[in-house]
């Protein structure tokens, strides 16, 4: 008998829409590759539903949280049924990205200076706490939620007039907040399959950083996969990747976006565990370079299912 596949979609997250195009990508390709794979949007059906109706995998195509924060990965684990991507601890601590930037440092990694603001301790009042809070960044920044993905809710700070509108907007997707250096440089981004490391992309985009617009909206925005980097800085970057996925304990697929100042240094950015999976998506230009279609692509992540037995 054919394993019963679930595509899990949509959620309740600020990345839904994003996610609904990524699981429906994931469902015709798994459907035409002859899994018997349905659509499950976890906003509408409790997942508890998916012991009733005979699921055996659970495809996450969930981005945010409730699909990439470690709670989705809970749930399955406790129905016995195995999923793709990384497991609770992994998912957590990768939507956290304070606490993912403490564990790079900790190992020595290249992260970029930040200051981390609670909710809490502005509630009261914004403009008393900015006086009292001494930033010891120079402008500009960037201001960010914790724990968002898809850059929603980051705004680039170049005045400290701008930096009390910019956390409120920020404060809009989380009670935790990051306000991180910003650099001028090139950006790319490693995806990873399995102990594959990826080619990487170099994303070239005309906004100021690869914001959501640039992300999902601009036709400018392009990717160079290869990247143009030459072998050394290719092979130094594919090396920081791996210590920075290693580290978190990830599992499957993701991918790790990085930044190359102008003195040839690279930092980590950012890194995703459920990246998008759609046509304009990262993962597949990197697997596609290497000769991977995004059939296979999609076959081979639900092949290296976690396990909840294991």
């Known amino acids: 008998m054919k394993k019963k596949v679930a595509v899990l979609l949509g959620g309740n997250s600020s990345e839904r829409k994003i996610s609904i195009a990524s699981g429906y990508a994931i469902l ?39 699909g990439e924060d470690g709670s989705i990965q809970g749930v399955l684990e406790y129905l016995n049924i195995p999923y793709t991507g990384s497991g609770i601890m992994a998912s957590s601590i990768a939507l956290d990205k304070k606490k993912t930037k403490l564990l790079w440092k900790s190992v020595g990694l290249p992260v970029l200076p930040d200051v981390y603001i609670h909710k809490k301790d502005i509630l009261k009042n914004l403009d008393t706490f900015l006086i009292k809070k001494f930033f010891k960044l120079e402008y500009p920044v960037l201001v960010k939620p914790n724990d968002q ?8 700070v170049s005045l400290k007039d701008q930096l009390k509108n910019a956390i409120k907007i920020a404060l809009n997707y989380s009670n935790n907040i990051l306000v991180e250096k910003f650099i001028q440089g090139k950006e790319y981004t490693v995806s990873i399959l399995g102990e594959k490391i990826l080619p990487s992309i170099h994303i070239l985009t005309k906004n100021n950083f690869y914001d959501y617009t640039s992300k999902y909206e601009l ?16 092979k130094k970057l ?25 003195e040839n240094k690279f930092w980590l950015l950012e890194i995703n565990t459920i990246p998008g999976m759609t046509n304009r998506s990262l993962l597949p230009i990197s697997a596609n370079a290497i000769g991977v279609s995004f059939d296979e692509l999609v076959l081979q992540i639900l092949k290296k299912t976690i396990f909840s037995t294991s």
């Open 28 to 66: 015709k390709s798994l459907i035409r590759s002859g899994i018997n794979a349905y659509p499950f949007d976890t906003r509408d059906f409790p997942i508890m539903q998916l012991k009733k109706q005979q699921f055996d995998i659970a495809y996450i195509a969930l981005h945010g949280k409730g």
């Open 219 to 234: 036709s400018s925005t392009k990717y160079l996969c290869p990247s143009g980097l030459n072998l050394n800085q290719e």
């Open 149 to 156: 993905g898809s850059s929603i809710g980051i705004t680039l």
């Open 238 to 262: 594919k090396k920081i990747a791996k210590q920075a996925w290693n580290i978190l304990g990830c599992n499957g697929y993701g991918r790790i976006d990085v930044i190359l100042d102008n």
